[in-house]
């Protein structure tokens, strides 16, 4: 076996033969780290091959689930957890991943699942301790401290649970490797070997990840496409709500959300996001709009919030919180050209309200709208919702599942609709509305009729 010092980015993991202050791959800065390479060949005998069996042979009755109880964890994963797939649940410090992991493995348990839960970053009596926060724990939920690999596997396949937890793989080392736990390699190297072993004995497993200070999941990139299903644990520490979003799923939709709402006993659902939300709106206030968004297969209602204020300052201020700050530039440009306003001279901010990110581009008419009802200092028509993608020459496009968005807006009580144009929208709409207002624009000139008044 022959051993040389390599150095590998921990951030995409580029290996470079010598260390480096930038990472010529990723382009990050310090990340090279020094570890020990062993090149060992892998040998495979030569009958190890599967043969090929033709696709119609293949006996399949459909995939195996199990509902963990969870309602909006359960949404994100599609409808439960897949037998033997690989979840990754990343997210910031504090932000409750191992909570939540702790509270779905006590809802598998009262069901009469045998579950693992196998934490290297807390001991046996700090993982009660957190339990009994949450509830009484049952008796078919067991712990375990171990962060060596080998130990994990001889546990579970002794052990045979129905679905394991591992909290988090950043603490798991193999022996395989000389490097720390939570470089690189051993990440790399644990997540291949975990999938093989849920795999091989048809066990799911709960991976919780470490995030790094840009939001990404620490490790290699390769550690996403390993496992099955990837899911995001966000939220912002002075808000309640939390949300699971689905990055990856090989076994359902991607982009779904799960929001929760953080209390003293663990995580909440929330059933009635939109509510939610628009709690503690101010109605008819310049500056304040509704957004109907689309989060997955959800319908959202989300207050958009803006306020322009001349600047004294050289370069005015542009600020979003919750919104891209340079598709914010764009539609400001857009506005100033298509509105005949001047905003050269304004400090403008925008908000999402409870923290919220949008990224859809259905939100153009309603940030736009908001902003120039604070520049003209007069609030929309009440009880309406805006929605619409806004191009470079001020046209409204329509936006996908309109339909979802109106049913939602409908059932809170809205009855005013500023929309893409009904060509577009409305003509295609399932079921017909009464005592319902829809303003289909073509253009975002025609916004000021809603507002000059």
């Known amino acids: 076996m022959k051993t040389k010092t390599i150095y590998i980015c921990q951030s995409c993991g580029h290996k470079s033969p010598k260390w480096m202050g930038q990472c010529p791959s990723c382009g990050l800065w310090h990340t090279l780290a020094e570890e020990i390479f062993q090149k060992e060949g892998k040998k495979i005998p030569a009958n190890s091959a599967s043969s090929p069996v033709p ?7 459909g995939e195996e689930r199990f509902e963990i109880g969870l309602n909006e964890l359960d949404r994100v994963l599609g409808g439960g957890i897949v037998k033997g797939s690989v979840i990754l649940l990343g997210g910031e410090p504090g932000i409750g991943k191992s909570t939540v992991l702790m509270q779905a493995f006590m809802y598998l348990s009262q069901k009469g699942l045998k ?22 724990p049952p008796n078919s939920l067991y712990v375990s401290n171990e962060v060596n690999f080998e130990n994990i596997r001889d546990i579970t396949v002794q052990f045979k649970p129905d679905i394991i937890g591992i909290d988090s793989i950043q603490t798991i080392y193999s022996n395989k490797l000389d490097s720390s736990p939570g470089s690189v390699s051993q990440v790399r190297e644990v997540a291949y070997e975990i999938t093989m072993l849920c795999k091989a004995l048809s066990v799911p497993a709960f991976i919780v990840g470490h995030v790094t200070k840009d939001g990404s999941i620490a490790g290699p ?17 002075d808000h309640a ?25 663990g995580l909440k659902e929330v059933e009635n996001p939109s509510c939610f939300f628009l709690e503690n709106r101010a109605k008819e206030h310049p500056g304040s709009v509704v957004f109907a968004g689309m989060e997955g297969t959800r319908p959202m209602l989300l207050e958009v919030q803006a306020l322009v204020s001349k600047s004294h300052i050289a370069i005015p201020r542009r600020t979003a919180t919750g919104f891209d700050n340079n598709r914010l530039a764009m539609l400001i440009s857009v506005a100033e050209r298509t509105l005949d306003i001047i905003l050269f001279d304004k400090d403008i901010f925008v908000n999402i309200v409870g923290g919220f990110k949008i990224s859809e581009p259905a939100a ?29 020459t001020g046209e409204i ?29 409305i003509d295609n709409l399932k ?12 253009h975002l000139s025609e916004i000021k009729e809603f507002l000059d008044i």
Do not use: C, W
């Not at 696709?55 to 009755?61: D, E, K, T, V």
């Not at 579950?115 to 009484?136: D, F, P, W």
């Not at 090989?250 to 709402?261: C, K, N, Y």
């Open 241 to 265: 709500y939390r949300i699971i979003r689905a990055i990856k799923n090989r076994f359902g939709p991607v982009h779904e959300l799960g929001i929760f709402e953080m209390t003293g006993a």
């Open 364 to 392: 153009d008419l309603a940030v736009i709208t908001a902003i120039y009802s604070s520049f003209i200092e007069k609030a929309a028509m009440s009880e309406t919702i805006v929605f619409g993608e806004t191009g470079l």
């Open 115 to 136: 579950t693992l839960y196998i934490s290297g970053e807390e001991s046996v009596n700090q993982i009660k301790m957190r339990a009994q926060r949450l509830g009484s």
């Open 55 to 61: 696709l119609n042979s293949i006996l399949f009755q």
């Open 431 to 442: 079921e017909p509305y009464e005592k319902i207002n829809f303003f289909g624009i073509k």
């Open 397 to 425: 496009r329509g936006v996908v599942k309109a339909e979802f968005r109106l049913k939602e807006a409908m059932r809170l009580g809205f009855k005013n609709f500023i929309i893409p144009d009904k060509s577009i929208n």
């Open 221 to 237: 990139r390769v550690l996403e496409h390993i496992v099955d299903t990837v899911l995001y644990f966000e939220g912002e520490g």
